[in-house]
């Protein structure tokens, strides 16, 4: 348990949480506030843009906000909505409050003289390092500045290296008082068992699109219409939506995903290798994005299997019912599970650091193929573009 004087028995419940479809979840911390029994550690699962990072900040936030009370002095609530240091930590500039990632600037890095390209070094790391977290334990030995407590929150902590990894061990197993760490990653099984084991572990699951909708429009004033889409495109990330919601280039390019995976499965074979070719290399430079990619891939084919039996009310890409239906009249089951079982294949080996290139070359030897000139859909399209 925290050992600080802001996490003592009978702090009131929790309002004015940020993240919301995991009720669970913020219930389950507004218990442990009450109690006092919140953990040092915690380790935030789940998909990407589920809302981890946010989950995260509001702990961040509920940990270094002071009770509300009425006017007979009695403690009413925690008000993460109204708290002038929540507001600090979400704007990203509490001195106490500390996001590490892959993009976070070293001290070395601070220090390097001034002809230096450093923000092109921070951006092209790929791994959280040992310096990352030995200047974590340095910052987490000194007293909150302006908050009750520090708060260090590692994101996307499968990055970590192996050497940061067994250097934050011994910081997890023994805290100092009033300090929270905090680690988000797309599932347990990607971090080391030892700093698994360390953690109280939080796993978001998938939000129910009803709910991203109705959040959309009452907190984020978007209109009917466009709540109903992106809560649909969104699989069950709010993160997702949101973004999507204030940039429609997201939207955009989800939609040329769409096309792209068509005129791949109705093209020859050459298009397919220069597919392969281009997505192989963009791997090496943006690893992430490949691997989205493929997630993308395995979505697009749950809708032609959505619309081969008939369920189309559980298609993703409603939008593109027509096009997805000329493609699917010509595939039988067994192709499209085929396909399924192939893509997540090539997933499985890219994450395991595959070759790239003929990782997806035999990708698209194993797909389907689809006669264009029975998806005239395809062919509208691309005569408009």
């Not at 996490?7 to 389950?28: D, E, K, S, Y």
């Not at 977290?133 to 009750?148: H, K, N, Q, Y």
């Not at 697009?300 to 619309?307: E, F, G």
């Amino acid at each position: 348990m925290i050992d600080s004087a802001s996490h003592a028995i009978n702090r009131p419940p929790v309002i004015g949480w940020t993240t919301f479809g995991h009720l669970g979840a913020t219930r389950l911390l507004s218990k442990s506030s009450e109690t006092g029994r919140l953990a040092h550690a915690y380790l935030i699962t789940g998909p990407d843009k589920v809302g981890k990072r946010t989950l995260a900040l509001d702990i961040a936030c509920m940990v270094n906000t002071e009770p509300a009370f009425d006017m007979f002095g009695e403690a009413e609530h925690i008000d993460l909505s109204t708290s002038h240091q929540a507001d600090r930590i979400r704007r990203g500039i509490h001195s106490d409050v500390r996001v590490i990632n892959v993009d976070t600037e070293l001290d070395k890095d601070s220090k390097a003289s001034a002809g230096d390209d450093q923000d092109g070094r921070s951006r092209g790391r790929q791994k959280i390092s040992i310096d990352h977290i030995r200047e974590m334990i340095r910052e987490s030995a000194t007293t909150p500045f302006e908050g009750l407590s520090k708060v260090f929150i590692i994101d996307d902590a499968q990055r970590m290296t192996i050497e940061a990894s067994n250097t934050l061990l011994k910081t997890l197993e023994e805290p100092a008082n009033g300090v929270m760490i905090i680690l988000t990653a797309l599932s347990e099984n990607a971090l080391p068992e030892t700093v698994v084991s360390r953690c109280q572990r939080i796993d978001l699951r998938p939000v129910a699109s009803a709910v991203i909708e109705s959040e959309l429009i009452e907190r984020f004033h978007a209109d009917e219409s466009q709540a109903l889409s992106l809560s649909r495109l969104a699989r069950g990330c709010p993160g997702w939506a949101i973004d999507a919601l204030n940039d429609s280039t997201i939207v955009d390019g989800h939609n040329q995903a769409v096309l792209r995976f068509a005129e791949i499965v109705t093209g020859n074979i050459e298009e397919r290798f220069r597919y392969a070719r281009q997505t192989g290399g963009q791997f090496w430079r943006d690893r992430d994005a490949v691997l989205v990619e493929m997630q993308r891939w395995l979505e697009w084919w749950r809708d032609v299997a959505m619309i081969r039996h008939k369920l189309n009310d559980y298609m993703t890409n409603i939008e593109w019912t027509e096009l997805l239906s000329e493609i699917a009249s010509q595939l039988n089951e067994a192709q499209i599970s085929a396909a399924v079982t192939s893509i997540q294949n090539a997933q499985t080996a890219l994450e395991a650091n595959a070759v790239p290139q003929l990782t997806l070359d035999v990708l698209m030897l194993d797909l389907p193929w689809a006669d264009p000139a029975k998806v005239p859909s395809l062919n509208v399209d691309s005569t408009d573009e």
